[in-house]
C-alpha cells in the first residue's frame, strides 16, 4: 500500500532487496512485489511499467565502500503519507491482487512475519499427490480448507526445526501459541491438546488428523489456511486496523493437519508478557 509519496519510499525498498542483500538472488527469484495505491492519494509520479522500475540503477555501498542503510529504515512510520493523511491499511484489498496474480492452483494468505515449519511445502504437495481427493475439484463438494496451527516463540531461542523441537519448547514454556494472552480464542485450533500429543519430525508424512467447523467456541478462530485459488476474495471495506479482517465461509470444512505450523518470531519475554495480561 503506497499512498502519496509513500510509493517512492516503497520502490527503493524493493530496489534495495532485490540487488543489496545477502538473500537477493533468492528474492529476485520468488518474491513478486504488488504496488498498489488509491486513485484519491496519487503519487506524483508512476512509474509506467515493471522495467521502469527494475531497470533503474541501484547503488549498493557508500564511496567509502560501506553498505548503504535500508530505505526502509530512513523514514520514521510517523512521517509516513500513509500516517500523516491518517489513512487505513487496506489489507484485504492487497491479499486479493496477490490472489489473482498467483498462478497456482493452492494458496496460501498468510502474514509476512509468520514463517511455516521446514519442509511445509514439499510435505503438502506430496499429501496431495498421494491423496487427490485434497484437490476437491468437485464443486459440489463442501469447501476445504487447510489451518496450520500457530506458536509464537521466546527471543533468543533456536528455531525449532520440526514439532518434537517445538514442543519441547512449549513444555518448557519458550513457546506459546500465537497471541495467547491478547486473544487466546482467535488462534486456539480445534483438537488443540490432541495436537500438542501427537509428535512428529520433518520427514513424516503429511496427513488430516482433524476435521471441523468455524462455530460454536471456534466462532472466533482467525486460521491461517491453505486453499485453493476458487475461496471468495477477501472483503475489501474491511481494513487491518479493524482487526477481524480475515473471512471464513459458512459451512467450509476445516482439515488440520499435525506435523505443520506457523512460527512467530518474538520479541518479549514470555513470562513477562503473561504478566502484564
Not at 506430496?126 to 463442501?142: C, E, F, G, R, T
Not at 475461496?231 to 487491518?240: A, G, L, Q, S
Not at 486496523?241 to 506457523?262: A, C, D, H, M, W
Request: aromatic share 12%; hydrophobic share 40%; proline share 6%.
Amino acid at each position: 500500500h503506497t499512498p502519496g509519496y509513500d510509493l517512492s519510499v516503497t520502490l527503493d525498498a524493493i530496489r534495495y532487496v532485490r540487488n543489496c542483500l545477502p538473500g537477493s538472488e533468492i528474492i529476485k527469484d520468488w518474491v513478486t512485489f504488488h504496488v498498489y495505491f488509491s486513485n484519491q492519494h496519487m503519487p506524483v509520479n508512476v512509474p509506467y511499467d515493471e522495467a521502469g522500475v527494475l531497470d533503474q540503477p541501484s547503488s549498493c555501498t557508500l564511496a567509502n565502500g560501506s553498505q548503504v542503510p535500508p530505505p526502509y529504515t530512513q523514514i520514521a512510520r510517523n512521517e509516513s503519507y500513509k500516517v500523516r493523511a491518517n489513512l487505513t491499511y487496506p489489507i484485504n484489498v492487497g491479499r486479493n491482487i496477490a490472489r489473482q496474480a498467483a498462478n497456482t492452483h493452492f494458496i496460501f494468505a498468510c502474514d509476512i512475519e509468520l514463517y511455516p515449519s521446514l519442509g511445509f511445502v514439499d510435505q503438502f504437495l506430496d499429501m496431495v499427490a498421494h491423496n487427490h481427493s485434497v484437490l476437491a475439484l468437485d464443486p459440489k463438494q463442501p469447501r476445504r480448507v487447510y489451518p496450520l496451527a500457530v506458536f509464537e516463540i521466546e527471543a533468543g531461542v533456536q528455531v525449532p526445526a520440526d514439532k518434537s523441537e517445538l514442543l519441547a519448547l512449549f513444555r518448557r514454556q519458550q513457546a506459546q501459541v500465537f497471541h495467547l494472552h491478547l486473544c487466546r480464542t482467535c488462534h486456539t485450533i480445534p483438537s488443540q491438546r490432541e495436537w500438542l500429543n501427537l509428535t512428529s519430525g520433518a520427514e513424516d508424512q503429511m496427513h488430516v488428523f482433524s476435521q471441523t467447523l468455524r462455530k460454536n467456541q471456534f466462532k472466533a478462530w482467525e486460521p491461517f489456511y491453505v486453499s485453493d485459488n476458487t475461496e471468495p476474495f477477501f472483503d475489501e471495506r474491511v481494513t487491518w486496523e479493524g482487526q477481524s479482517n480475515k473471512r471464513i465461509q459458512v459451512g467450509t470444512n476445516f482439515y488440520i493437519i499435525p506435523n505443520i505450523y506457523l512460527l512467530y518470531l518474538f520479541v518479549y519475554d514470555l513470562t513477562l508478557l503473561s504478566l502484564l495480561y
